[in-house]
């Protein structure tokens, strides 16, 4: 089993920036790709960003390109997400997922075999 946990969340002023941080444990793979989904109350779970395995092939949404950076670090196990110029509308329950069969993950929900609990951010006008 791994187990994906999420941190770094929190409330934050519009045009200001956070990290978000999810860390693996368990029975890791670099081979794993990661992603950052979201969700928001009464929402679909929308696709945010990806990052391949190897780190050298990442994927935004149309509402975060210029924004957000997906990146990892896999000798520690950890991908992060570096939001800048949050707006309001980026308020939501942000879940990290690893997809075991590596490549570039999806931008679906389903394909994803690990999440984290979540962590709320929430981005104030």
């Known amino acids: 089993q791994v187990q994906l946990v999420e941190s770094g969340g929190g409330l934050v002023q519009a045009g200001g920036s956070l990290r978000l941080s999810c860390a693996a444990s368990?029975?890791?793979?670099?081979?794993?790709?990661m992603a950052w989904f979201r969700q928001a109350p009464g929402k679909e779970r929308e696709f945010v960003a990806a990052?391949?395995?190897?780190?050298?092939?990442?994927d935004y949404a149309d509402s975060v390109k210029g924004r957000f950076t997906i990146f990892r670090d896999n000798a520690k196990s950890t991908v992060y997400l570096q939001m800048n110029s949050l707006k309001p509308e980026d308020t939501a329950v942000y879940y990290c997922a690893a997809d075991e069969g590596g490549g570039l993950g999806s931008t679906y929900p389903a394909p994803y075999d690990y999440w984290g609990q979540g962590t709320q951010v929430t981005v104030s006008s």
């Open positions: 368990g029975r890791t793979s670099s081979s794993y790709a």
């Open positions: 990052i391949s395995w190897g780190g050298g092939t990442t």
